[in-house]
């Protein structure tokens, strides 16, 4: 079986305050710029550099901790960049795990998002293009 290359791309967490979060990891990674960002169902921005991302959605303090639909506080979910989704979906839904979330197919990328055994979801995004600004689009 050939290893994937894989990272780390992006954490998603729920806050209390979008400005002092960004205030924290501006501070700690002072690089980061503000990649994108709306307000459809709740205000939420991607804090990062051309290849890894905060995701830092606005939440309230007195959001709990069982509700898992990105409006509570604490991480989210953990995204990884993978060579092959299929493959990895294959395997984890071989050995008994569940998706979250439908797979999306985009013009840019696929994603898959499944649930570990303590009820984390994990990310698996595999990009359809090497172009920065194509990967990072926010339109399609």
């Given at each position: 079986?050939?290893?994937?290359?894989?990272?780390?791309?992006?954490?998603?967490?729920?806050?209390?305050?979008i400005?002092?979060?960004?205030?924290?990891?501006?501070?700690?990674?002072?690089?980061?710029?503000?990649?994108?960002?709306?307000?459809e169902?709740?205000?939420?921005?991607?804090?990062?550099?051309?290849?890894?991302?905060?995701?830092?959605?606005?939440?309230?303090?007195?959001?709990?901790?069982?509700?898992?639909?990105?409006?509570?506080?604490?991480?989210?979910?953990?995204?990884?960049?993978?060579?092959?989704?299929?493959?990895?979906?294959?395997?984890l839904?071989?050995?008994?795990?569940?998706?979250?979330?439908?797979?999306?197919?985009?013009?840019?990328?696929?994603?898959?998002?499944?649930?570990?055994?303590?009820?984390?979801?994990?990310?698996?995004?595999?990009?359809?293009?090497?172009?920065?600004?194509?990967?990072?689009?926010?339109?399609?």
């Open positions: 079986m050939k290893t994937q290359k894989i990272y780390l791309e992006h954490a998603n967490i729920t806050v209390s305050n400005e002092k979060s960004v205030d924290f990891f501006q501070t700690a990674f002072p690089h980061f710029v503000i990649r994108g960002g709306g307000n169902t709740r205000e939420w921005i991607h804090l990062g550099d051309a290849s890894t991302y905060i995701a830092i959605n606005q939440g309230t303090p007195e959001q709990v901790h069982e509700n898992k639909n990105m409006d509570r506080l604490g991480i989210n979910h953990i995204g990884f960049v993978v060579e092959n989704v299929n493959e990895i979906a294959e395997r839904l071989v050995k008994g795990y569940k998706r979250d979330y439908p797979k999306q197919i985009e013009k840019f990328r696929i994603r898959d998002y499944f649930i570990d055994s303590d009820g984390n979801e994990f990310e698996f995004v595999q990009y359809l293009s090497n172009k920065t600004e194509e990967k990072n689009s926010y339109t399609d």
